[in-house]
């Protein structure tokens, strides 16, 4: 198989690319060893669902979380950062 063919074979992924997605692997390896209802647990998820995009659901997981430990600095700045993200009803070009 010449080269050309060996390199076509496989999708290519940019290196970021590469990055996100073991780090989502090794997330949700993370989260399998978890047990639920716990702040780590639902931490976990939460970044888990931001990264993915699931804004609205990583907000509610940092919330359980708070609500589990209302001090949990880590917690509180993940709630802020999903907060930050969550797109603006003006961005989308949606009115509500």
């Given amino acids: 198989m010449s080269n050309e063919q060996n390199s076509m074979s496989r999708p290519k992924m940019p290196?970021?690319?590469?990055?996100?997605?073991?780090?989502?692997?090794?997330?949700?390896?993370?989260?399998?060893?978890?047990?639920?209802?716990?702040v780590r647990f639902h931490l976990i998820r939460?970044?888990?669902?931001?990264?993915?995009?699931l804004y609205e659901q990583a907000i509610s997981d940092f919330r359980s979380a708070l609500r589990l430990n209302w001090r949990h600095d880590e917690a509180a700045f993940w709630l802020n950062e999903a907060r930050r993200a969550l797109p603006r009803a003006g961005e989308t070009g949606s009115f509500t």
């Fill in 46 to 53: 939460g970044r888990i669902l931001l990264s993915l995009g």
């Fill in 15 to 38: 290196f970021s690319g590469f990055i996100a997605y073991w780090r989502l692997v090794l997330s949700l390896l993370k989260l399998r060893n978890t047990p639920p209802h716990t």
